[in-house]
């Protein structure tokens, strides 16, 4: 197909903050492909700064927990198999947030975040996810915290939205030594700012985890109902996937409001010493 015989192009993906940031590299590679066309994509409001600046397998794994031991496609990938037919070439780049203020110039600054400071000085936790099954406990981030601050002497930095303020206070309550709390904000870009002056985050299977992704920030991400199957791993960064393995997992592929057997040993059973060992292990 000759490029200039595309002029527009449309894309809806209304929510969620995770999706849509699984949908820049194909955003970023249009643009490549067709670099005259105009490009609209269509994102609910409370999103809509993620691309301001820019430049049938869940089915058998939630019911039937076939599919494993094939080969994961990423979702950002599946993303750009839709556009198949006007061949999108994969560029080997990952997700994209631009701020405002790194709208002029002419590199992604975090492409420049290169080596890796482990154990981190400063690390981010993000206990927030929007079903309960995808939260990890309170308590266990609390104490997660702690051991990096004895053993490394890390400083914490607590993220979260308007949404996550109950469970993110209630971490901050029982974590015994002062931290910065950057939680409560209702802009992606503040949230964004102080993920990037860190060296690393800890997190859910949440939209936060596929920021840190955008940014290059290196993440240990927990998950509990849900698997990397389903293809929402952190896309093209330094990361590492803490999670046990159950024969009631997945139970959902989006999240559920309470464990449908009653005991969530899939997130009861991972304790903050694992955390810890596996963030520790994660390299360029």
């Given amino acids: 197909m000759n490029p200039n015989e595309v002029t527009s192009i449309c894309i809806i993906r209304l929510s969620s903050m995770g999706d849509i940031l699984l949908i820049t590299p194909l955003l970023r590679q249009l643009r490549n492909q067709f670099p005259h066309a105009r490009i609209d994509m269509a994102v609910a409001k409370r999103f809509a700064e993620i691309i301001r600046y820019f430049r049938k397998q869940k089915l058998e794994l939630v019911k039937l927990k076939k599919g494993f ?41 975090p492409e420049k975040r290169i080596n890796i400071t482990n ?77 990037d002056l860190t060296d690393g985050l800890i997190c859910n299977d949440s939209g936060i985890m596929h920021l840190a992704a955008a940014r290059h920030v290196p993440v240990a991400a927990i998950f509990g109902s849900t698997v990397r199957e389903f293809g929402f791993a952190p896309y093209r960064v330094a990361n590492t996937i803490i999670e046990k393995e159950l024969d009631c997992r997945p139970c959902t592929h989006i999240g559920r409001d309470e464990c449908p057997l009653g005991h969530f040993k899939c997130m009861n059973l991972i304790s903050p010493e694992e955390v810890v060992n596996q963030y520790l292990s994660i390299k360029n």
């Fill in 119 to 195: 154990p981190p000085k400063l690390l981010a936790i993000a206990p927030g996810a929007r079903h309960f099954t995808k939260r990890w406990l309170p308590e266990r981030f609390a104490e997660t915290a702690l051991l990096f601050n004895e053993q490394f002497n890390t400083q914490i930095v607590l993220l979260g939205g308007t949404d996550d303020r109950e469970i993110c206070n209630e971490v901050r309550r029982q974590i015994p030594f002062p931290i910065t709390d950057a939680t409560g904000s209702t802009s992606i870009y503040d949230t964004t700012r102080a993920l």
């Fill in 69 to 109: 031991g094939k080969p994961i496609i990423p979702i950002a990938e599946r993303y750009r198999s839709t556009a198949n037919a006007l061949k999108v070439q994969d560029d080997k780049k990952g997700l994209e947030l631009w701020l405002p203020e790194e709208k002029d110039l002419g590199f992604y600054p």
